[in-house]
């Protein structure tokens, strides 16, 4: 049985386990499986398009969930969002930042200056920037792309978010990063340092004291991060999205880990919008969901899904407005009656979704709808487009489909393809179902390639063509 490289349509078409094609099928560490489907959360929509959303935690563990929009800031309670902000006018392209720090919760978007919530609504923090990023380390907030700099940086007081006086007293200071050229387009905290990135390079700022007060260096100038919401956290460092490829950067080195799938997503996403994407760590399944301007699009409609410790790729596409990690309230069959649920309209949640524990951190997006869908639901239908098996002067005879199941379903098809040459175009063959053990195929030709079919719970990780010699032609 030969292992599945997860999807990999810039392999060669002959590579052993390549996916050249798939939809809803995501990487898992046997192998792949079917991929959730976006469930309801049971929420109210919010008033307007979703800006941007987190949930934040306060000093006593408590969770707090807020979404933005283009004119306001809302909190979500109970079932129902409240609102919790001003009356603002957000630039096209603009969307919230949200992060703790101690207690308070603190917003930031570039037409807006810095907000802070105590525990009620959100106010104005008097002489703090307007900004692009925010990140917490040591003890301050960071602010980057600020004001009318673009490419600086700007540091409250030392546990401090009320002081942005620079004074090496309070330790408030700001600065620019020259190198790289260009804009600010991303900042994220990495253990005790700050990373702000542009597009051409990738900045580390770790806190010195002094006059100084943060000191920044740049390892990586050759590459950079697309959008301020491209680039996500991880155990092994940040995973972001740069103008030509996905890279992890460790907070020394950036290292390519989409070269499987580069080309592919170049030619199939949005030049122009790119710098819309956005990136989700899913802690429980070690998933960087990756949602992005399709070619035609302005809006994320296209979804990649990347494995972190595997470095395999799937595909479950979407359309997002915003994408969060969502703590869930614990609905049960008894308390769900409040929300208009019965055993019978009830949620598409399998029964060990986390959905129904309470204080469970599940990956979710914003749909268009501007609700709150979660990631766990019922997986729909999914299907796969192998590689390329055979020779190029032996013909042979394709007399089944061997696959290595981990959740068998409880049905699929295979469908058959045959190729005169490794770059002919492939011709449609015959279509089997899964007979318990494997796909009864009959077919000869050159190469051959298969397309695997289901729906439902579903996992396979390694896939078997039973080829025969046919005689050299």
């Not at 807006?112 to 990140?135: E, H, N, W, Y």
């Not at 004074?167 to 260009?182: A, D, F």
């Not at 390519?256 to 996403?269: K, L, T, Y």
Request: aromatic share 10%; hydrophobic share 35%; proline share 5%.
């Amino acid at each position: 049985m030969t292992p599945l490289l997860g999807f990999s349509p810039d392999v060669e078409p002959t590579t052993p386990g390549a996916i050249m094609e798939c939809q809803n099928l995501i990487p898992d560490p046997k192998g792949m499986r079917s991929a959730p489907s976006a469930a309801d959360a049971g929420l109210s929509a919010l008033a307007a398009a979703c800006r941007g959303a987190a949930v934040t935690r306060n000093l006593s563990g408590n969770s707090r969930l807020f979404a933005g929009t283009a004119a306001d800031l809302y909190e979500l309670g109970g079932t129902a969002w409240s609102d919790v902000g001003g009356s603002y006018t957000l630039g096209s392209d603009d969307v919230w930042r949200f992060v703790s720090f101690g207690n308070d919760a603190l917003a930031i978007c570039p037409s807006v200056v810095l907000q802070r919530s105590t525990g009620a609504g959100f106010s104005d923090v008097s002489g703090a920037p307007s900004a692009k990023c925010i990140a917490v380390a040591q003890g301050f907030v960071m602010l980057l792309n600020h004001g009318t700099t673009p490419d600086g940086w700007k540091c409250s007081a030392l546990y401090d978010v009320t002081d942005w006086t620079p004074s090496i007293s309070t330790q408030s200071n700001e600065g620019r990063l020259i190198e790289g050229q260009g804009a600010i387009t991303a900042g994220l905290r990495m253990g005790d340092t700050i990373v702000a990135y542009k597009e051409r390079g990738i900045f580390v700022g770790i806190y010195v004291g002094g006059d100084v007060v943060w000191q920044w260096t740049m390892p990586v100038g050759d590459v950079g991060c697309v959008g301020v919401e491209a680039v996500a956290d991880t155990p092994r460092g940040h995973v972001f999205v740069g103008s030509d490829n996905v890279y992890l950067f460790d907070g020394a080195r950036a290292q390519a880990v989409g070269d499987q799938i580069r080309q592919w997503w170049i030619d199939n996403s949005s030049s122009q919008f790119r710098y819309r994407t956005k990136l989700m760590w899913d802690r429980d399944n070690a998933l960087v969901w990756m949602f992005y301007p399709g070619v035609n699009s302005s809006e994320c409609d296209r979804t990649l899904v990347f494995h972190v410790p595997s470095g395999r790729w799937g595909v479950s596409d979407l359309t997002v407005e915003a994408v969060l990690n969502y703590t869930s309230q614990g609905i049960t069959y008894d308390t769900g009656a409040s929300l208009g649920y019965t055993y019978d309209s009830g949620p598409a949640f399998s029964y060990d979704s986390p959905f129904w524990l309470a204080s469970k951190s599940n990956p979710a997006i914003f749909a268009t709808d501007h609700k709150i869908k979660s990631l766990t639901g019922i997986p729909g239908s999914w299907w796969l487009s192998t590689g390329d098996y055979g020779d190029e002067t032996q013909a042979s005879f394709l007399g089944r489909v061997n696959v290595r199941w981990f959740d068998q379903p409880d049905s699929a098809t295979c469908t058959g393809y045959t190729k005169t040459s490794s770059g002919a175009p492939a011709v449609v063959g015959e279509t089997t179902s899964f007979d318990g053990s494997k796909f009864p195929m009959r077919q000869t030709a050159r190469f051959h390639r298969v397309s695997i079919d289901g729906s439902g719970s579903a996992g396979l990780s390694a896939i078997d063509l039973k080829l025969q010699p046919a005689g050299v032609r």
